[in-house]
């Protein structure tokens, strides 16, 4: 294991100073350290695509080479402007990349992240973008000659870094900014649910507390399809399910899932049909990967429904009236969403999905 002060000592070695990306599990000890110590020179984006962006923009400004960080899973989000604007061969812009390293075929991990664990170090190839898998000190001085090389040539360069590679540090505790339980709002709704219904959940916590909630319960009503997978892309998933479907379609986002690929949301707004409900669950927070924050608690979002294309908004905040709030929304015959402010996970130990094919099967039912 190495200290995370290590390798932001490289960085600063070579003048890099500015951080942008999107949090990661593997990165939590990077994303703590930045949020305490370099808050000034840090911007947590809403995908990768957009930090690589963010990152062009630093060094077209201050000519210092910008670090990304990113998990591996995000990086097809990163290609447009890597490949498109800061490549060699079109504005030759130097970058740093540093990616969380999921599925890495030398430690066990989940079907959905060995798929891209397996092609990571492939694509870095294809992008002819040199790369060190940070193990020890000494692939620390490795990657300290391939930055000054990327300074020297204008060019991308990256690391890889493993689950376990940073040494533990004292991450900064997740803050809850709202006071709803997930328990108690998940029991009520699938209290209420009919048992045709179709839910599609956002990749993270809310998928895997649904499923947990669930078996807790047994409360069985209505089929579930989890975004175990694809972060941003839940409600392009539902709307497309949904188009086809008399069934009543509940898309369960999260905060940071929905700023991810906003866009989407105006998709929505335009084509979906009464049977599509959105429901977002905004706990201002990157919950399942540190607690980063969303800033999603600065967002109107009743406004901001509305303008998409939404002719109702509700709102539930608290316990008072909860079921009978769930009941109203459940029962609008309008295009519909639910903000729910909801509390951080309390579960340390939720299950994960792990049958894909059976859960596919079982909600194409």
Not at 104 to 129: A, R
Not at 316 to 344: H, P, W
Request: proline share 2%.
């Amino acid at each position: 294991m190495i200290k995370v002060e290590e390798l932001i000592n490289i960085f600063k070695k070579n003048n890099s100073n500015f951080f942008t990306g999107v949090p990661d599990s593997v990165l939590k000890e990077l994303s703590s350290f930045l949020q305490s110590k370099n808050k000034k020179n840090h911007i947590i984006a809403t995908s990768e695509g957009s930090a690589v962006s963010i990152g062009i923009g630093h060094y077209l400004s201050k000519k210092e080479i910008p670090i990304i960080y990113m998990q591996n899973s995000g990086l097809s989000n990163a290609l447009n402007p890597l490949i498109s604007m800061a490549h060699d061969k079109v504005y030759s812009i130097p970058l740093i990349l540093v990616i969380g390293w999921r599925g890495s075929p030398m430690l066990k991990d989940e079907p959905q992240h060995n798929v891209k664990g397996m092609i990571t170090e492939q694509l870095l190839k294809l992008l002819k973008i040199k790369y060190t898998i940070i193990r020890s000190p000494a692939d620390l001085n490795k990657f300290d000659k391939q930055i000054k090389l990327a300074n020297k040539n204008k060019t991308i360069v990256a690391c890889l870094i493993e689950q376990g590679t940073f040494q533990k540090t004292k991450i900064i505790n997740k803050k809850d900014f709202y006071a709803l339980e997930k328990e108690f709002f998940f029991k009520t709704l699938l209290e209420n649910i009919n048992i045709k219904t179709k839910i599609i959940s956002s990749t993270g916590y809310n998928s895997r507390e649904l499923m947990y909630f669930r078996k807790k319960y047994k409360l069985f009503h209505g089929r579930d399809f989890y975004m175990v997978g694809g972060m941003g892309h839940t409600a392009s998933t539902a709307l497309g399910y949904s188009l086809f479907s008399q069934n009543t379609t509940l898309c369960i986002d999260g905060d940071g899932s929905c700023l991810m690929h906003l866009g989407s949301i105006k998709t929505v707004g335009m084509f979906a049909s009464t049977n599509f409900k959105y429901i977002l669950l905004n706990n201002n927070s990157h919950d399942s990967v540190g607690g980063q924050l969303t800033y999603a608690s600065e967002i109107d979002f009743e406004k901001l429904s509305i303008s998409l294309g939404f002719e109702k908004y509700y709102c539930i905040d608290n316990q008072y009236k909860l079921e009978d709030k769930i009941k109203e929304f459940l029962s609008e015959k309008n295009l519909s969403f639910l903000e729910v402010k909801i509390a951080n996970c309390k579960i340390k130990e939720l299950p994960r999905p792990l049958n894909f094919i059976k859960i596919k099967n079982d909600f194409m039912e």
